[in-house]
């Protein structure tokens, strides 16, 4: 279905690039397969993958048998799964008609509106392959995505329309489809969502003049569709379903090639993980996370519409007071967050005092959960955050922690159980395998992980080694019944005179201290140690002083962890997703340094 240069590998595995990373590793370390002691009794070792030829057909299934419930909630208006299915199809009907072939790309840049959904099934629909693009993405960042991937067609929120168009020079891009916030709140007349478009544009000043004068609004795409037969697409498992870039906080971002098979699996995992949790009646789940970032798209846009799941979208999460005006009357079963947003509800004082008596699921990943935020979380809702762990080569769900209430524990740091079908283990830095209390590398296969880098053969063989083990980057380390902790980042740890020193573990030290609302540390140059730790905090109190941070370290830290320095800042840099950029920090810190 396309052209690339790599070669799809056989089905449940990763491709073998043709060198191994690292020494020859003994076959049979003794962490394998103890996780299945702590399964929960329902929960079984493997999945079938088998059960769905494509996302299309796993899509059509569950519109036909969720038609009348609402899919979606998105500024006061409701999007139900019939009109969800009716709108992708004729959305797909219109790439068809513009020339659009199965195996090309079609780029998405949209926030958390019903137009992502529509636009996402549709592109699917059509055969074509989806490249979530970030809408806060800078021109340069917009423009190595768009060029790097070979998108033809994008669909972009009008808002970001001039970035598009300052990004447009040396790419592909040859059908740009434009919208606005109102222009899916209603499937006839819309008043409401023409006045809102108005407000935004002429009031707000929030959508900047743009000139694309080939564009073509999303409605008038839609009214084409419609009157547009659909071709079927025969899709296959081993067909590329998503372009989903990763890397671009560390390097040049790469496009991980997620197969249809590939998304399928990690679908069914969760689901089979959290079967026991969530039911066949309606489940509402909070979304103020991205969709087009991998964790969001699968977790709330695929796993709950398997369950006919009802999503609140938030398009902009970081306005925590606009976000519980929009929740003030709402009772959700479910929330996937990161930590940084949990611990920014928290500060809230009406997240604080409203009725959780129905909330069944808090889940977090992205970034590690820190236990002050975990047990703040479970003292105010009563309900704990069941932690997970996953990579965007991944798709992204690699483990989780059970999510019945009999096998919850207290928040202890671990990234759970490996999900069913799913084979974890650590490489060790000579190139062994760790065994049980062990840090290494941890590693992973199973039929989640990515076919490879997009285009970039020397990426993927960077990260599979000649047994299709997937190099994750991170350190972990598992225990005697097969739970992981991750101790951090490979690229992030600090030597400290030779000693490693995990940010995580400093972080999560200073976040316990009570006048401390956000931290994160990194290694700094030094002449006699090869590094220092320094730390980045946003204070809860102003009268937090450098030498109360110290002591709190001194007394929960091994001497070469405490930090050396302190600095106070009113925000840390994040990602559109509330990961805290170290390495932002860290170049900021560097390019201090360079002129002495």
Avoid at 262 to 269: D, H, K, R, T
Wanted: contains cysteine.
């Amino acid at each position: 279905m396309i052209q690339s240069t790599q070669t799809p590998p056989p089905a449940g595995t990763a491709p073998a690039p043709a060198a191994p990373t690292g020494a020859s590793a003994p076959r049979t370390p003794n962490t394998d397969g103890i996780w299945y002691a702590s399964y929960p009794e329902d929960v079984p070792r493997d999945i079938d993958v088998n059960q769905y030829e494509s996302l299309v057909q796993f899509f059509d299934e569950s519109i036909e048998k969720y038609r009348e419930r609402v899919a979606y909630v998105s500024v006061g208006a409701n999007l139900t799964y019939g009109e969800l299915g009716r709108k992708a199809t004729a959305f797909a009907a219109y790439l068809q008609g513009i020339g659009v072939k199965p195996g090309e790309r079609v780029a998405i840049m949209l926030p958390n509106t019903f137009q992502y959904p529509v636009s996402l099934f549709g592109v699917l629909k059509s055969g074509a392959i989806v490249v979530n693009v970030n809408p806060l993405y800078t021109v340069r960042e917009l423009a190595h995505q768009l060029k790097d991937s070979g998108a033809q067609t994008i669909v972009v929120f009008e808002n970001f329309a001039k970035t598009l168009e300052d990004a447009l020079p040396g790419t592909k891009i040859q059908n740009v489809i434009v919208t606005g916030l109102g222009d899916l709140l209603a499937d006839g007349p819309n008043l409401k969502g023409r006045f809102l478009n108005f407000m935004l544009k002429h009031v707000k000043k929030m959508v900047p003049a743009y000139n694309l004068p080939e564009a073509v609004r999303l409605l008038d795409a839609l009214r084409i569709g419609y009157a547009t037969p659909l071709t079927p697409v025969r899709l296959s498992p081993g067909d590329i379903a998503f372009l989903q870039y990763t890397g671009g906080t560390t390097g040049v971002a790469k496009g991980a090639m997620l197969m249809h098979r590939n998304i399928i699996a990690n679908v069914l995992q969760a689901k089979a993980w959290a079967a026991g949790q969530l039911t066949a009646t309606i489940e509402t789940v909070l979304t103020p996370l991205p969709l087009y970032h991998i964790y969001s798209l699968t977790v709330n846009a695929l796993i709950f519409m398997g369950l006919g799941g009802r999503n609140i979208l938030i398009a902009n999460p970081r306005d925590v007071k606009r976000v519980m005006m929009i929740i003030r009357h709402e009772k959700f079963t479910g929330i996937t967050a990161v930590n940084t947003l949990y611990n920014a509800f928290l500060e809230n004082e009406e997240f604080r005092k409203r009725d959780f008596s129905d909330l069944k699921l808090a889940m977090a990943g992205g970034m590690a959960t820190q236990k002050a935020v975990a047990d703040r979380f479970k003292a105010v809702t009563g309900q704990p955050i069941v932690e997970g762990y996953g990579l965007t080569e991944c798709s992204p769900i690699v483990s989780m922690n059970p999510v019945d209430l009999k096998h919850m524990r207290d928040f202890e740091g671990s990234i759970g159980l490996p999900a069913p079908s799913t084979h974890v283990r650590f490489r060790k830095d000579d190139g062994t395998w760790a065994n049980i209390g062990e840090p290494g590398e941890l590693c992973v296969k199973g039929p989640q992980v990515m076919k490879g880098y997009w285009n970039r053969p020397d990426e993927t063989a960077k990260v599979f080694d000649d047994e299709g083990w997937l190099a994750t980057g991170d350190i972990g380390v598992m225990d005697s019944r097969g739970f992981i902790r991750l101790i951090d980042r490979k690229k992030d740890m600090i030597l400290v005179s030779g000693f490693n020193v995990y940010p995580n573990e400093v972080e999560d030290v200073i976040a316990m201290h009570p006048d401390v609302r956000e931290v994160a540390a990194i290694g700094i140059p030094d002449a006699a140690q090869g590094e220092r730790i320094k730390v980045f905090i946003v204070r809860r109190n102003r009268d937090l002083t450098e030498e109360q941070v110290i002591a709190h370290c001194r007394k929960h830290l091994t001497g070469y962890k405490v930090p050396k320095v302190v600095e106070f800042r009113d925000e840390l840099p994040q990602t559109n997703v509330g990961k805290i950029l170290r390495r932002q920090l860290r170049d900021e810190e560097l390019a201090r340094q360079r002129p002495a």
